[in-house]
């Protein structure tokens, strides 16, 4: 894919700086976008049924690698955006030991004839939680038993800002939580890496990445995730956008899980 060699370059400077990191186990964020316009031939609208055949075999691949189930989810605001939630038992063994294996890149080739990979990072948290608890209570759970949707919330947080952040979002995010309700998950945890192709966050010159907090939520809809707008408890947590640069929420459908 576009701009996969620039991985084995920052490797040396990447092993460095997340030495730190290497014993715990992460979850992987992706994402990817389909080059070409919509086709009228594939069951899953506008990517080809031969692209994601490919996307499959190459989310199998990964599956069997790496220990961890990998899922698949389309982007409902632009449904040529697939993003891949998957898991590590280390950041070295997803950098290190998948990413220069000649299995994955055959495969990276073959996918970059349709699809670009528009950014990848990881994040401290526990890939079954991320993956079965948010992911997998959406099976069923939407309107005449149809899936419901996994909203992600990427919180780019102001610089030395990452205390007040953390303690506000801790003492407010019960409101959340209530408004969830019981079938309803949400899940979150920190960047923890710069993470790797075009990102559009941060300086590429000075490499200054903004420290990031991710939020995934469960929801029957995205019609039931826009009325948290509205109760007392959505002023309550909206307090985190005091600490918040920017962010950016989008809403996602699983089409592909890959399970062990």
């Known amino acids: 894919m576009q701009h996969l060699a620039l991985w084995a370059?920052?490797?040396?400077?990447f092993v460095g700086d997340t030495a730190l990191l290497f014993n715990m186990a992460v979850t992987e964020l992706a994402l990817l976008q389909y080059k070409s316009p919509p086709s009228?031939?594939?069951?899953?609208?506008?990517?080809?049924?031969?692209?994601l055949e490919i996307l499959y075999r190459a989310a199998r691949e990964q599956t069997s690698f790496s220990g961890h189930s990998v899922a698949l989810l389309q982007c409902h605001e632009?449904?040529?955006?697939?993003?891949?939630?998957?898991?590590?038992?280390?950041?070295?063994?997803?950098?290190?030991?998948?990413?220069?294996?000649?299995?994955?890149?055959?495969?990276?080739?073959?996918?970059?004839?349709?699809?670009?990979?528009?950014?990848?990072?990881?994040?401290?948290?526990?890939?079954?939680?991320?993956?079965?608890?948010?992911?997998?209570?959406?099976?069923?759970?939407?309107?005449?038993?149809k899936d419901g949707v996994v909203a992600i919330g990427r919180h780019f947080i102001r610089h030395s800002q990452r205390v007040g952040f953390t303690a506000t979002f801790e003492d407010n995010v019960d409101a959340l939580e209530e408004f969830l309700g019981d079938f309803q998950k949400r899940?979150?945890?920190?960047?923890?890496?710069?993470?790797?192709?075009?990102?559009?966050?941060?300086?590429?010159?000075?490499?200054?990445?903004?420290?990031?907090?991710?939020?995934?939520?469960?929801?029957?809809?995205?019609?039931?995730?826009?009325?948290?707008?509205?109760p007392e408890g959505f002023q309550r947590y909206s307090k985190i956008r005091e600490y918040v640069e920017r962010a950016e929420i989008?809403?996602?459908?699983?089409?592909y899980v890959g399970e062990l």
Do not use: C
């Open 9 to 13: 370059n920052d490797l040396a400077n």
């Open 187 to 230: 899940d979150s945890g920190w960047r923890v890496d710069r993470g790797f192709v075009a990102d559009a966050v941060g300086d590429a010159e000075d490499n200054m990445v903004p420290d990031e907090f991710v939020v995934f939520t469960a929801w029957s809809s995205v019609e039931r995730h826009v009325e948290f707008v509205k």
């Open 40 to 51: 009228p031939s594939s069951s899953l609208l506008p990517i080809p049924d031969s692209v």
């Open 78 to 145: 632009d449904p040529t955006l697939i993003y891949l939630i998957g898991g590590w038992d280390t950041v070295a063994q997803h950098m290190n030991e998948w990413i220069p294996k000649q299995t994955n890149q055959e495969l990276m080739k073959e996918l970059g004839q349709g699809l670009d990979v528009k950014w990848m990072f990881h994040l401290d948290m526990n890939p079954a939680d991320v993956l079965h608890g948010v992911v997998g209570a959406t099976r069923g759970f939407g309107a005449e038993g």
């Open 250 to 255: 989008r809403h996602v459908k699983m089409f």
